[in-house]
């Protein structure tokens, strides 16, 4: 009975590189949650998808962040040229629907560190 | 604007003495309240969800209450296992709500021996 899984679990980058964050959303469900945790602050929003489609991203920063959930595979949140305030640690969470008070469960999340 | 406030910030208690910790929160219509745990270093774990003003749930030691301004994390005799950071957030109603939830800061607790 797999929980919501993501990888990696730590990934350093430097500065301008490409950062690729992985989540699998658990069995049975179908939409998917992006969260992003600053040090120091708490989680915020950061996009909500379904498979293929785009629902929700209007926590995402409009520039270098993007996100796919395509029909075979895991969610991918990407962000391109990563910079010192990317560092974070970033969370997926998944629920069998959307919108109605569902629970979301959150996956063990990945913690960037961009040098 | 939707928003959560979590106090106190940090709460430390002596095994056995019980207390609470507060979720204020204002929002444009509530689909529900959601409160988890996290540990350090990992993903927040789910404890409850309430849904409307005057709803309780319970789980072991810890019981969480609704009212339509704020929940109560209350915690009963807790134990230095309890010691984490608990968050409190909320999904609103609405158009163009599509099911994110909005977080509060967190309240640290720390559950001395």
């Known amino acids: 009975n797999a929980g919501v899984m993501q990888n990696p679990r730590h990934l350093v980058r430097r500065r301008g590189q490409e950062a690729r964050l992985r989540c699998s959303p658990m069995?049975?469900?179908?939409?998917v949650y992006w969260y992003r945790q600053l040090p120091e602050e708490g989680l915020k929003f950061m996009v909500y998808l379904q498979k293929e489609n785009i629902i929700d991203e209007s926590g995402m920063p409009k520039e270098r962040f993007s996100a796919e959930f395509p029909k075979e595979g895991p969610s991918i949140l990407r962000i391109q040229q990563v910079v010192r305030g990317d560092s974070a640690a970033y969370f997926c969470a998944s629920s069998s629907e959307s919108g109605g008070g569902e629970t979301q469960y959150f996956g063990p999340g990945t913690r960037l560190l961009v040098l | 604007e939707d928003q959560v406030t979590q106090s106190p910030e940090a709460l430390r208690l002596q095994e056995g003495e019980s207390s609470s910790l507060n979720c204020s929160y204002t929002?444009?219509?509530?689909?529900?309240l959601f409160w988890y745990r996290q540990d350090p270093g990992k993903g927040p774990e789910f404890l409850f969800t309430?849904?409307?003003a005057g709803e309780e749930k319970e789980k072991e030691r810890l019981k969480a209450t609704l009212t339509k301004k704020e929940s109560f994390l209350h915690i009963t005799a807790p134990k230095p296992e309890d010691s984490a950071t608990y968050l409190c957030a909320v999904q609103p109603r609405g158009s163009g709500n599509t099911g994110k939830l909005i977080f509060g800061q967190g309240t640290t607790l720390q559950v001395k021996p």
């Open positions: 929002v444009s219509g509530l689909r529900g």
């Open positions: 309430l849904y409307s």
């Open positions: 069995k049975g469900h179908s939409h």
